[in-house]
Each structure stands twice: as C-alpha cells, then as structure tokens.
C-alpha cells in the first residue's frame, strides 16, 4: 500500500497564495526524491519543481521560478508547494511524484486541482 495523497488546492484570485501538500504512506519519502508536475486540461504534464531526498537540491520550471518553493519534511513524510504571486496561466491539476534517486518518478498522486481566476 504505496499512496501520494495531495492537499490544499482550491479556487484563488490572481496574486493570492497557497500551499499545497503531499502526504505519503507505505514509503519513507527521506530515501526518495519528489517533484510536482501539473496538467491543465488539453495540455501535455508540465514539470514544475523538484527536491532531492535531503532537501539540499532543489529545481524549478522556468514558468514558476521565483514565484514558487518546494519543501519537504521528511520527519512528517510530506513534501510542499508553495504558490506565491498565482496567475489564471497557473489553473491545473498538481500532481506530487517519487522515484529513487538515480531513476524516473514511478509513483504519483491523485491531483488536486487549482483554479486561479483573473
């Protein structure tokens, strides 16, 4: 029983803030890295942000850099978003991933979705 289960979407203006978060069970996040992706509807997944199992790395896509931050707590076994300065362009499904270090993501969350109005 390996599930990702993500929080704290929901409907916002434009500007606002929110933080989203991942919550994993049948795995220990620490020996794993994790991302979020998102995907808006009739759109390909868009990569959005990364960390590594120690929280020393971390990566952004160029469409979210400076606006957004990932964070992980590995004590709690959850992983964060946080979604500064949103835009309508920013509206999707977020979706958290794992994977091991050294190989691609193969275990993902449900979604939860993000709405962000003009």
């Known amino acids: 029983q390996v599930q990702l289960v993500e929080s704290g979407g929901g409907l916002v203006q434009a500007g606002d803030s929110l933080r989203l978060s991942c919550a994993a069970s049948g795995l220990t996040i620490s020996s794993y890295k994790m991302a979020w992706f998102r995907q808006a509807p009739g759109k390909v997944r868009e990569f959005v942000a990364r960390?590594?199992?120690?929280?020393?790395?971390?990566g952004y896509g160029d469409s979210v850099k400076g606006r957004f931050t990932i964070s992980r707590d590995n004590a709690k076994n959850t992983m964060y978003l946080q979604m500064n300065s949103l835009k309508p362009e920013d509206t999707a499904v977020y979706y958290c991933?794992?994977?091991?270090?050294?190989?691609?993501?193969?275990?993902w969350g449900q979604g939860t979705q993000v709405t962000v109005s003009s």
């Open positions: 960390i590594a199992p120690s929280g020393e790395n971390t």
């Open positions: 991933a794992a994977g091991m270090e050294d190989i691609g993501y193969n275990t």
